[in-house]
C-alpha cells in the first residue's frame, strides 16, 4: 500500500533554532497535510497544501508541496518550547478519502 | 464552536470482551473518518463515512471491527472478542465534506489497552 517516509525521526534542538523535516513518497498526493500532536491529543492541522510547488505559512511555519507532487517539507523558525510534540505529515490521493499518514518526527528542545 | 469528541478517552478491557468507541464529529460535517495509532506510529484508516454513501471499509484489519454512523452524526466503532494487538488510540476525525480542499480535524482519541 501507500506509505510516506518521514525525516528524522527525531530531532533535538536548542530553543530558537530553525527546524526543517520532510516526507517523500513513491505516489503521486493532490493534498498535503501537516499536523501535530501534543501528548494525549488528537492531531492538529497546522497547514495545508494542494497545488504543486504551493509554498504555505502559518506563522512560523512554512511548508511546500513539492514540484513532483511526491514530497512536502516542513520548516518551523526560532523555535520554541510549545513547538515541542510530534509533527506528522499526511498526503491524500486524487479521488480517494483516507488520508496515508508518515511515522512522524519528535521534536525535543533543549533549554 | 466544539471540536470531535470521543468517549471514552481511556479504556481498558480484558482478552475477548468486545468494546464500543464513540465519536461525534463536528456540528455540519458530513464525512467521518475512524483511525487508529499505535505506540510511537503513524495513523492508519480504518473506516470512512460520507452522507447516506456505503461507508469506505477497506482500512479494517478483521471481520471483528465494524463501524456504524447513525444519522449521519454520531458514529460508533466496535471492536468484538478484543485482542491484545487491538491496543492503540482510536482517532476519529471529521470534515465538511469529502475530499480536499476539506481538512480532516481530530478527535482527543480513544486509548484502548486490552489486557
Known amino acids: 500500500g501507500q506509505q510516506l517516509n518521514q525525516s528524522p525521526q527525531s530531532m533535538f534542538i536548542q530553543e530558537g533554532e530553525d527546524v526543517s523535516m520532510n516526507c517523500t513518497s513513491s505516489?503521486?498526493?493532490?493534498?498535503w497535510l501537516w499536523y501535530k500532536q501534543d501528548p494525549g491529543e488528537g492531531p492538529v492541522l497546522l497547514i495545508a497544501?494542494?497545488?504543486?510547488?504551493e509554498l504555505t505559512s502559518n506563522g512560523r511555519l512554512t511548508a511546500q508541496f513539492g514540484i513532483t507532487r511526491k514530497d512536502s517539507f516542513l520548516n518551523i523558525s526560532a523555535s520554541i518550547p510549545s513547538d515541542v510534540g510530534i509533527y506528522f505529515c499526511?498526503?491524500?490521493?486524487?479521488?480517494?478519502?483516507?488520508?496515508?499518514f508518515g511515522q512522524g518526527t519528535r521534536l525535543t528542545i533543549n533549554p | 464552536g466544539a471540536g470531535v469528541s470521543q468517549s471514552p478517552s481511556n479504556k481498558v478491557t480484558e482478552k475477548g470482551k468486545d468494546v464500543e468507541l464513540r465519536c461525534d464529529p463536528i456540528?455540519?460535517?458530513?464525512?467521518l473518518y475512524w483511525y487508529r495509532q499505535s505506540l510511537g506510529q503513524g495513523l492508519e484508516f480504518l473506516i470512512y463515512?460520507?452522507?447516506?454513501?456505503?461507508?469506505?471499509k477497506s482500512g479494517l484489519p478483521s471481520d471483528r471491527f465494524s463501524a456504524e454512523r447513525t444519522g449521519g452524526s454520531v458514529s460508533t466503532l466496535t471492536i468484538q472478542r478484543t485482542q491484545q494487538e487491538d491496543s492503540a488510540v482510536y482517532l476519529c476525525?471529521?470534515?465538511?465534506?469529502?475530499?480536499?480542499?476539506?481538512?480532516?480535524?481530530f478527535g482527543p482519541g480513544t486509548r484502548l489497552t486490552v489486557t
Open positions: 476525525a471529521s470534515s465538511l465534506e469529502a475530499g480536499a480542499p476539506y481538512e480532516q480535524y
Open positions: 505516489s503521486i498526493f493532490n493534498t
Open positions: 497544501l494542494y497545488k504543486a510547488g
Open positions: 499526511a498526503g491524500q490521493t486524487q479521488g480517494a478519502q483516507k488520508l496515508v
Open positions: 456540528s455540519g460535517h458530513t464525512a
Open positions: 463515512f460520507q452522507g447516506n454513501s456505503a461507508p469506505d
